[in-house]
């Protein structure tokens, strides 16, 4: 059963998740700065204060430019490779077989590459 407490008290929890969201967003945008003049855009990096390590990853997204792509694979007769858009799986399925190079599809990736922050308590870490 749906109460009123309940309804309430997830309205109020969600008001608390916004602001938290908001503080964490700034603290990130905080240390990718520090990073950015540390070490350089898009590097890793790591600190400790105390007991806190901060770390910064660099997570790599590649992704198929699709115009280009389906051009490509249409050209090289391989149709079943697409969906509307280039199919990441089937491609990458089709380059371990050895059915399509990575040469051929040349200029047609696009790679993203994202900041990751992470803070650890080192205290209970033994």
Known sequence: MITREMLIRFYQLNQQKKRIEEQLDELKNAFN???DLSV??????????DNYKLQRQIRTLEKYEQEETVKRLECLHLNELIQKK?????IKSAIDLGLLSERELDGCKKVNKLNIVTVKSLENSH
Do not use: M, R
Request: glycine share 12%; aromatic share 22%; net charge negative.
């Open 33 to 35: 700065h520090y990073f």
């Open 40 to 49: 350089g855009f898009y590097e890793k990096g790591e600190i400790t204060v």
């Open 86 to 90: 280039p199919d990441d799986k089937k």
